[in-house]
């Protein structure tokens, strides 16, 4: 089974690029210290808002650091943003999911209600109450955006196992008297991985935007710290005399996100051949 | 019919407890008051700070302050302003017109755009047009989109000089009237319903796509074919009414998206609307103005819910007759 679903992924372009950037991406991000030509917070001010030139691929910033060493450490801060976001999503998501499927009756509305009133808050207005009232930092953005972005992955979850509980192998567990968590954990939860999965990977690139929103907004990772957000902010003051301060982070963000969209519909498709 | 709609007003009422008193409780975890600010510090008396306390009950825990701010809820009173003392109603209704205009405009945009193009690419699957359309659809989920907002504020208003950048209108607008000054709010419209439009229409096209894609491999359409319907008729009297049915569910779907994205990019383009007013209020812990804004807007979500409800219902006989 797992060599058909290779074969399928090999052939997917789409997937295959987006993997190859992520791959990448987790490459800049654990050897930034090897691979920037410059210490991303060491000022120059005598090189202050300098365009792209050889000495500095992407040009410097306002306090004259390099923007390439920025970037490339910037990239840091967003792969552990998106994938622990991530962590917590799945976590909390595929949880309540299956408890919810599971259980039915009183347990599930309630729940379901939840993931409703969740999905009726603008999103992003709860994430900017909740960093603004605690402490603007990145383990606060990381927990916030887990536990905002889960009730997608809850829904998908639980009505996978809707179908997969009737099922008669799920019924002989039952009656051999499993545990109810070793059923749900061991007999259910194999059968909703490749949602999961998908749902996960297409997460990451979501986190990363929400992460780069609100540092952009000055509430998410503070500087010196370099984020691709943060960038972006001080590049907005210099807007009429520095494209490259506003262009080069948007760039980065961009091309990770859309990275991790072409993975996730590529492992859909691989996964999913209905679709 | 009546008895389904019924239940879903209903169902309303918990939601928006539950948002309310989320917001609520976010708001009270945080340590200090909203009079610990260095700017309330500075220029008030702590005697007149202990009365405005005593006021809003801020010393109360906050489980007693919600059940009061649900009793003046209650009244339509959603309280004053700790910025301005300015009823927060009346400032909400100040900026809910821009924001609707900016969305309506924006869901409009998608809609026509959206539609077009998800028949086409379905009709043609694998074309170029396609994979074009394929193309601005990961542009569209992955582009941030207050990034995408400078870009076209350096290329159109600084480089270019055609579009204006910020704000709703010129500043010159009381010289001005009637047509003209329609044509400079429309102009101040065209960059941030295009930024708040793109998200909405990637998601929007390839859902489109998706459903026509279903649609036109029903038998019923084969049996249209085979009448000898033309191809026109085909696809649009018995495949694009059925295919259009669930968008008027996601159109719904996607308004706290559009009024999400509204928090960014009302900022960025300096748009007085919903969005600006509650960054501004929980950048300077506005709690009245920040509990205004996110009841109207789940409100406001909830209504596009409802609409949509009753559209489907309208639209599709097997839910109106049963």
Known sequence: MLRIYFGRFRKNKNAIFGLSIVLLLLMAAALSPLLSPANPSEQNLTERINGPSIRHPLGTDDLGRDLLSRTIYGARISMSVGFIAVFLMVTIGTTLGLISGYSGKTVDTIIMRLVDIVLCFPTFFLVLIVIAFLEPNIHNVMVVIGITSWPGLCRLVRAEVLSVKERTYIQAAKVSGLPTARILFVHILPNVIAPILVSATLGVGNAILVESGLSFLGLGVQPPTPSWGNILTSGKDYIHVAWWLSVFPGLAIFITVLAFNLLGEGLRDVLDPRM | ?322
């Not at chain 2, 900026?95 to 026509?112: H, M, V």
């Not at chain 2, 096209?205 to 036109?216: H, K």
């Open chain 2, 1 to 322: 019919m009546i008895a389904y709609l019924y239940r879903r007003i209903l169902m309303f009422i918990p939601i928006i407890f539950g948002i309310t008193i989320i917001t609520f409780f976010i708001m009270h975890l945080s340590p200090g008051k909203p009079t610990d600010t260095t700017e309330f510090q500075s220029k008030v008396s702590s005697e007149i700070r202990q009365k405005f306390i005593a006021i809003y009950g801020l010393d109360k825990p906050w489980y007693v302050q919600y059940v009061n701010w649900l009793k003046r809820l209650s009244r339509l009173d959603f309280g004053r302003s700790f910025k301005d003392d300015a009823p927060v109603l009346q400032k909400i209704a100040g900026r809910l017109p821009a924001t609707l205009l900016l969305n309506l405009c924006s869901l409009f945009l998608i809609f026509i755009v959206a539609v077009p193009m998800g028949v086409l690419s379905a009709l043609k699957k694998d074309s170029v047009f396609d994979r074009i359309s394929g193309v601005v659809v990961f542009a569209g989920f992955s582009v941030p989109t207050f990034w995408l907002a400078l870009i076209l504020m350096i290329v159109f208003g600084i480089k270019l000089r055609l579009l204006p950048i910020s704000g709703i209108r010129s500043v010159s607008i009381d010289e001005i009237s009637g047509i003209a000054a329609i044509l400079d709010t429309a102009k101040h419209l065209v960059l941030p319903v295009f930024v708040s439009a793109f998200t909405g229409l990637a998601g929007m096209s390839r859902y489109v796509r998706q459903n026509m894609l279903e649609v036109i491999r029903q038998d019923y359409i084969r049996t249209a074919r085979a009448k000898g319907l033309k191809e026109k008729d085909v696809v649009i009297k018995h495949a694009l009414r059925n295919a259009l049915l669930p968008i008027v569910t996601v159109m719904g779907l996607s308004i706290p998206g559009l009024i999400g994205g509204g928090f960014i990019f009302e900022t960025i383009f300096a748009w007085p609307g919903m969005g600006r007013l509650g960054y501004e209020a929980i950048m300077s812990r506005d709690y009245p103005v920040i509990m205004g804004v996110s009841t109207i807007a789940a409100f406001l979500t909830l209504a596009g819910n409802f609409i949509a409800d009753i559209t489907y219902a309208y639209l599709d006989p097997r839910i109106r007759h049963r």
